[in-house]
């Protein structure tokens, strides 16, 4: 409690407070205009966070993006087109429902069931976060060894549309990861005698390049063309909202859960979160045929869960250093950058920073009412924002950004190659994210694979007798066979449901 | 940049041989168990096994058609405003310690705005105005040392 008081005092600064509101705007922003993902927001502002100090960095993140995937239901409800990956689970419905003259109702319940998925999130956040804090305290390399396995099983098979792309993208990011000084013997790796080569890949312009050049580079195709969005009259979205939202509050508490589970798990984010509450809450519906063609139900699901999940996200990042998904992977770049290492011990070392991080998402999911309320009202104008200005603009503060971290122009290159690979990859149907995500756990599994079996002597029956370490590899081995799952809950003798 | 699942296949298989061919001449630990090679190899091995099975999926549903129509490739709008972003940042890495952030980063901005159809009065005016807002943000506020090639500010 003293440290939640100590980490509120914090929020007595002006200054972080204009990092806030700044920040909602750049997220909301981000977020409405379609193209623009929470990712790719989090990557452009990490120069940024390189001259803030620890605190507002992490509370710029925060609330950027909670307000970024909120923002992203707005393209979808009106021009339908996704503002994030997040949004795209419930796009059509809330299209159509826009196109029965729903829009009001489709976005009061997009933003106020934000809203209560965030405060969930951080709620589970605030109570799981100290208590597995506790626990890992007690974990070894060997227990670490198979969290990252954990992290990375979770990407390639449950984030993953294809497991075999996922898994090539995250091979890509584990290879990226070995590039420079190896751990045992500082012998340097695939460095091709570049110096700069010689610390590894660097994060940050890799970030850069994987998700802001990349998404330039996809969106100048139809840079040119403006949308044409639906007319929206913010005064009316609280209109029939409460009624709506009692009906489904079973609905928003089952979603907030799935999304809170999701978050936890390293390696899945917001978008998979959605895509799962969406298929649970067609299941138990009782109108599962309105679904994809204008049901508000749904986007109760998909809506609370996306920002549930965000919150916990942050849940394995923080307390091992595991990301939840690729914005907490660039948090984790983050952290590192300030000299600050994720695990058990920040929570004993820093606990206002953690504690801060609470308290910035429950400010962020109450200040997203207001906020998203005048988003919504803006959002003729943020629609219209000509994306042949905003694509090249954006282009620059990718270059600058990438330049601004070293001050070398080896990084704007290297950003350059990311951003062809990422496209690239895109264009053929291979995610990106678990890139990140393998440059970010590549060293974690690699280091507490071979110190456990430098200290052990090569006994690799340790990885398994160990309790912690044998929990969390049935676990990792459960992760493995989840393709299998939908077979075993089929029906005897009924057919699958049809898609 | 649509190209066939085969083809993408057949690349990381390469790459993984590549990978693999580059550990070769990496030195084992003291007592002879594997060091710096250990993890790039798995990932060599498991990058081409995972490209091979992509390749022989893709071979079989013979996607054949989904592959690069590379004739056509210059008429596509997307592919060559892509080159020009390329192009763009290309020329920036090799002029902007001679000419200074100021006059390269707008000319990359004008002729990106340009190439997307906004017309140039228009585009020469934000390009500018733009880049020094970057300009003022960045060298001024932040303190990164923007080269300043031949303007002084």
Redesign the interface.
Known sequence: MDHFLGALALFGSVKLWLVIVVCSIYGLFVGAVPGLTATMAAALLVP?TF?MDPLSALVAIVTMSAMAIFAGDIPAALVRIPGTPSSAAYTNDSYELTKQGKAELVLGVDLVTSAIGGLMGAVILMLAAPFLAEVALRFTSFEYFWLAALGLSATVMIASESP??G??AL??G??FS?VGV?I??G?P??TFGSTELLNGVDFIPAMIGLFG?SE??RN?????LRFRAAAVKAEGIFRGLAETLWRYKVNMGRAGLIGVFIGILPGAGADIAAWIAYAVSRRFSKEPEQYGKGAIEPIVDAGTANNSCLAADWVPALVFGIPGDSITAIVIGILFMKGLRPGPMIFEQQPELVYAVYVSFIIANILMIPFGFLAIKASGIMLKV?R??L???I???C??GS??IN?S?FD??L??AM??LG??FE??G?PVAPIVLGMVL?PI??QN??VS??KTD?DLTQFVTRPGAAILGVLTILIWFVPLYPLLLRRPGGAPASP | ???S?TL?GAG?VTAGAL?FA??LG??P?DDG?P??S???RL??V??AS??A??GA?GFRASDVTEALNWRALHR???FV??L???A???A??LL??RLGFLIT?AL??FI??WR???RWPRALV??VV??AL?HLL?AKI?R???PLGLLWW
Request: hydrophobic content about 65%.
């Open positions: 940024f001259f075999v792309k898994g090539l091979l890509v584990l290879f070995t190896d045992t013997l012998y790796r695939f050049v330039v580079l100048m195709a139809g840079a040119h000509p042949n200005i694509m090249p603009a282009l620059m503060f270059i600058v330049f601004a001050n122009l704007v290159g950003m350059l951003g062809i496209y690239f264009a053929n291979i590549g599994l690699e694979f071979m079996m430098i090569w | 940049m649509k190209i699942d993408v990381f990978i580059g550990t990496y030195p630990l168990q060091g710096p250990l993890f790039p990932v060599a498991l990058m995972f490209g099975v992509l999926k596509s709008t997307g405003n892509a020009f972003v390329l763009g940042v290309l920036y890495i902007v310690e980063g990359v901005i990106l705005m997307l159809r906004v934000i390009a733009f880049n970057v960045f932040l990164v040392p923007l």
